[in-house]
């Protein structure tokens, strides 16, 4: 199995990479030509780099690179500082999810390609119900006015939802939620549900980095967890003793 990894420089992108490769798997990292990697990354074969920006991306040559790829993985997100949250791209998630999208539709492939996107419980999956309280609805109207990176993530969730489906011959999707995100060196227990038991914003829960890695890297790797979750947005939090 080959895997396209885009924002495998980030904190998340590159603990997904590094347990891909701990399973055995090819990767293909798509990083900025600036962006900072593991050196070893550089000396491994199971790795290939493709320095690129993805906003400057075509859809043929993004066609070509995800045509030996059978899974496509998204750990993008704004950098949090002015440029990132309130500079171009501004829809940087969603306008990648759309080139991913749409190169790997023109491929036609033979089987379904599984994209994994990262995403966050501050995201609902409005294909269920998933009540939300008075005070979180407005608060989040005013996050989502305020700072647009947290509406380009509801766009990105919204595309594969909504333009690619539940029954796309060519495309299966998850869309991941974390909640806050936390730093931890090791894998450790963690719950999935299919929505949030807590409040994103007056009760969050915490996922550590290498959990969500984990969680995506065997989302690909484990076909049975794939059939489990397909076509939903779980969210992860660590579990708590
Ligand atoms: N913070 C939280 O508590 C939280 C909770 C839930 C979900 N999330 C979501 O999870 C995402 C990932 O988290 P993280 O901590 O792993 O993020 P991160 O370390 O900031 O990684 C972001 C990735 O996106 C890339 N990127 C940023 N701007 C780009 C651009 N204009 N063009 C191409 N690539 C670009 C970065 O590349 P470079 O290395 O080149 O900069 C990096 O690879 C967040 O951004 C957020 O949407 C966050």
Redesign the pocket.
């Known amino acids: 199995m080959k895997a396209l990894v885009v924002?495998?420089?980030?904190?998340?992108?590159k603990l997904l990479v590094e347990q891909l490769l701990n399973m055995g798997q090819e990767v293909k990292v798509m990083?900025?030509p600036?962006?900072?990697i593991p050196d070893k990354w550089r000396n491994n074969d199971q790795v290939s780099i493709i320095q690129a920006?993805?906003?400057e991306i075509s859809e043929e040559d993004m066609a070509n690179y995800v045509k030996d790829c059978q899974a496509v993985a998204s750990?993008?997100?704004?950098?949090?500082t002015l440029k990132?949250i309130y500079g171009k791209?501004r829809k940087?998630?969603t306008d990648s999810v759309r080139l991913l999208c749409e190169s790997i539709l023109k491929n036609s492939p033979d089987k379904p390609v599984k994209f994994v996107l990262?995403?966050?419980?501050?995201n609902s999956n409005r294909d269920i119900s998933e009540p939300v309280s008075f005070g979180q609805r407005v608060l989040m109207g005013l996050i989502r006015a305020l700072l647009p990176?947290h509406p380009d993530?509801e766009k990105a969730a919204d595309y594969l939802r909504l333009n690619i489906g539940q029954k796309n011959a060519f495309i299966e999707w998850v869309v991941v939620r974390?909640?806050?995100?936390i730093d931890h060196d090791k894998v450790t227990e963690y719950e999935l549900h299919a929505s949030p038991t807590r409040s994103a914003l007056f009760n969050p829960g915490k996922?550590s980095?290498i959990n969500v890695g984990n969680f995506m890297a065997r989302l690909i790797t484990e076909s049975e967890l794939w059939t489990k979750w397909k076509g939903q947005m779980p969210v992860i939090y660590n579990r708590q003793d």
């Open positions: 924002g495998a420089s980030g904190a998340t992108g990083v900025r600036f962006s900072k920006t993805i906003s750990c993008l997100g704004h950098n949090i990132g791209p940087l998630v990262m995403n966050t419980t501050g990176p993530n974390p909640d806050t995100l996922t980095r």
